[in-house]
């Protein structure tokens, strides 16, 4: 599983891949690993890299399960420092999903983390579309499992109205990063589909 070529995606969906992109808007705090993350699901390999001034954006063809077709998407990993954070605001209007990183070997900052997933969450729009929150840095011996994690940011608080994930990552060896992009993708497709059936409902041929 990985990057695509054109050519693997097939001659129709290739020529249309551009028009069904996905958009997705990644946050986290500074140094969480989000560029790390990013860099590693395009080349395959961990980059260095320095904290983010602004944004990275990518556009990447990812083959998340060995039976599936590529899936294309188009990535905005913004900045987490303070000042950047209300940014955050304009990248997730009109996104199909939202990732949100958090570094879990270090606890100093989990209620930080968790104080400003809640604010992403409560954005205009942002329950209306899934949410994937990376536990990243799990090859390292002192990082909290994603289960555990999972409690201390609160994530079952959200309610049963906003579709969302967890799951362990590691950016150094790229262990969890396609099964978490399959879970969101699934739940992007679930979300569409309900969407027009919604649509059908009220507006009947």
Known sequence: MG???????????????RFHRLHVAIFGLDFAGKTSLLYRLKLGENVR???????????????????????????????????????????????????????????????????ELLRVVRLPRAQEVPLLVFANKQDLPQSVGAVKLEKILGLSEFGTGMAWHMQAVSADTGRGLHEGLARLHEMIMKRRKGARRQRRKWFPC
């Open 3 to 17: 990057n695509c070529f054109a050519g693997e995606l097939g001659p129709a969906l290739s020529s249309l891949s």
């Open 49 to 115: 890299t320095l904290p983010t001034v602004g944004f990275n954006t990518e556009r990447l063809q990812l083959q998340l399960t060995p039976s599936r077709q590529c899936v294309p998407f188009h990535f905005w990993d913004v900045g987490g420092q303070d000042k950047l954070r209300p940014l955050w605001r304009s990248y997730a209007r009109g996104a199909d999903a939202l990732i949100f990183v958090v570094d879990s070997a270090d606890p100093e900052r989990f209620e930080e983390a968790r104080a």
